[in-house]
């Protein structure tokens, strides 16, 4: 089954009296276990396709269908549920909560759910070793490196087990080292995790972890084609 399909999607923006077309006409499909880059000049609509595709933001024509489902099908309740439950969010500056702690971040999705967290016990353990972070549960996002803290939003973004994890330039704000060994955090949680995994990213580099890229200009898909691998 695909992960993601997308259906003659536009999105247009009001600015004033004119109406900007952010997006034009996408159509294009994801399957599960796919990694995409989505690449492309700043300003040609990636941030806002992921939004689309995330049920972030509504299109203003065309289908977006998320596991079989088409996200406009869907009441705002089953649609805030399947965001939390299915689909884990990354973001470039990775929208910690200063105060808590490695592990309560981790697990803030879970709270909100109001879902008791003995349960989560072993899975939060096997989380803080799948990022390596095993060693810092205890200390506040204030203590880490900016690549420590792009860990436990990736962490906080696997909780729930989603199928899909979206990331907004998730090393955007990184040295190339640590966007390195964030890049092959994604790759395992990818094969090994076998997650469905939407990258949006300037970096060519980065976008070859992906198994595939699809490069976006003017709001139009240029290409969508696999990675060699
Ligand atoms: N809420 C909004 N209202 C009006 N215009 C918007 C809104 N969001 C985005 N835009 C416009 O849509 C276009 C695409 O924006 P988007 O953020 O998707 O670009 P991007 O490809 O992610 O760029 P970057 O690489 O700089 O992050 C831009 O021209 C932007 O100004
Ligand atoms: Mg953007």
Redo the contacts with the bound molecule.
Sequence with gaps: MRAIEVFDLNKN?K?GKEE?E?LKNINFSVEKGEFLSIM?P????????LYLLGGLDKPTSGVVSINGRDLSSLSEKQKSIMKRREIGFVFQFYNLVPNLTVEDNILLPIILDGKPLKKYEEKLKKILDTIEMSHKRKVTPRELSGGQQQRVAIARALVFEPDIILAD?PIGNLDSKTGTDIMKLFQNINKNLSKTIIQ?T?SEEAAYYGTSILR?KDGEIQTKEGVAS
């Design positions: 923006f600015v900007i952010v492309g700043s300003g040609c609509g990636k941030s806002t396709l330039e949006v300037h976006l």
